[in-house]
């Protein structure tokens, strides 16, 4: 079992492996153990897995927002005096590993962006949250988390909906305040200017943020490399755990080496 550990600020974050750092950066409603599938990269790479404000274990809910998400993340990095770091995202945390990029670009080593998205038009995010607020006014906890495992999950399993419900903890407050922020992302004109390595990962059967969004950013990033994994829905990380660390360690040996030889 890793133990959490904390921050002078309060932040709640896992600290375990060798190697280059790399970040890891949850979804919404999600808590830092949903990277479970992915502790074994700590043979190859220092792993930094923090909770996000109002989410798992660290409960302040003030202030939330993608850019206060990046600035808690940025600093926890200092403290750990940390310079520069590999960021990976999943689905918010790739709007959150975005928003790093904007805030301290000479931190990051690479940005690995999954299932995530870089702009929600108004109307869209505004039925989105409308839909969000009914299902937590008029379904109990364990409901919504049923349908949010269908929801994001291709392969039904029993193994995969276990999975997601650990990892999948949303806090009302938080998860409502969160989910306003992600509709206020525009990162239209930041993707053009992303000059690190970037990996784009999407799920070929994701129904919360289709594959077309990511192959949107692809075109929008220099030189990005973009991945579609079949056969998976929202959280590949898991769904088909094998495949995506395989998919994540390739990509970061190859710049690794890149920048050895360089």
Not at 71 to 83: N, S
Not at 89 to 94: F, K, P
Not at 110 to 131: A, D, E, N, Q, V
Request: aromatic fraction near 10%; charge should be positive; include cysteine.
């Amino acid at each position: 079992m890793i133990n959490t550990k904390l921050s002078k600020t309060g932040i709640p974050y896992l600290h375990f492996g060798t190697g280059e750092p790399l970040v890891l950066i949850h979804g919404l409603g999600e808590v830092k153990e949903g990277w479970q599938s992915q502790y074994e990269l700590s043979e190859s790479y220092e792993l930094i897995i923090p909770d996000l404000r109002g989410h798992g274990e660290y409960k302040i809910i003030e202030d939330i927002s993608i850019e206060t998400f990046a600035k808690d993340v940025i600093g926890l990095l200092h403290e750990l005096k940390i310079e520069s770091a590999n960021i990976l995202g999943l689905s918010m945390g790739g709007a959150v590993a975005q928003e790093i990029y904007r805030q301290a670009p000479e931190m990051c080593r690479s940005l690995i962006l999954t299932c995530t998205f870089h702009y929600l038009p108004k109307r869209l995010g505004k039925l989105y949250m409308k839909y969000r607020e009914s299902q937590i006014e008029e379904l109990t906890v364990s409901e919504r988390r049923d349908i949010a495992a269908k929801k994001c999950l291709y392969s039904w399993k029993e193994d995969s909906i276990k999975k997601f419900i650990e990892s999948y903890q949303p806090e009302r407050n938080a998860f409502l305040a969160s989910g306003r922020a992600c509709m206020q992302v525009n990162n239209l004109s930041l993707l053009p200017k992303i000059k690190v390595p970037t990996l784009i990962i999407a799920g070929q059967y994701d129904a919360v943020l289709p594959p077309w969004i990511q192959l949107w950013m692809h075109k929008l990033i220099p030189h990005s490399e973009f991945v579609i994994m079949k056969n998976t829905g929202h959280v590949p990380k898991f769904e088909a755990k094998d495949r995506y660390n395989r998919i994540v360690t390739s990509f970061l040996t190859k710049h690794r080496n890149f920048r050895e030889t360089a």
